[in-house]
């Protein structure tokens, strides 16, 4: 299973960005795919997750703030990301679990205040 995330990029406090994040090889019907962030100096830490049934959880930093969104049929997950502010800036990781964790080469959102 190999990730391709596109989308980070420099953007001004309160600007929005959208993340994507393209799964290939083989990809079960059920699965969990998820963005996760990490910031300097500190732990990797969960944004948000979706399942292939849509059910979806979000960090409560980001809640109302983010939206987690996938297609299915393209094995692909979004995450829109509002109101940013400048404690969002971080490598983001896309995620999928599939009987383990496959991870995304990350991409970098700065947001400048």
């Known amino acids: 299973v190999q990730l391709q995330a596109s989308g980070g990029g420099l953007v001004q406090a309160g600007g929005s960005l959208r993340l994507s994040c393209l799964a290939s090889?083989?990809?079960?019907?059920?699965?969990?795919m998820g963005w996760y962030r990490q910031a300097p100096g500190k732990q990797r830490e969960l944004v948000a997750g979706i399942s292939t049934a849509g059910s979806t959880n979000y960090a409560d930093s980001v809640k109302g703030r983010f939206t987690i969104s996938r297609d299915n049929a393209k094995n692909t997950v979004f995450l829109q990301m509002n109101s940013l502010k400048p404690e969002d800036t971080a490598v983001y990781y896309c995620?999928?679990?599939?009987?383990?964790?496959?991870w995304g080469q990350g991409t970098l959102v700065t947001v400048s205040s």
């Open positions: 995620n999928i679990q599939i009987h383990g964790d496959y």
């Open positions: 090889g083989t990809i079960f019907r059920n699965n969990v």
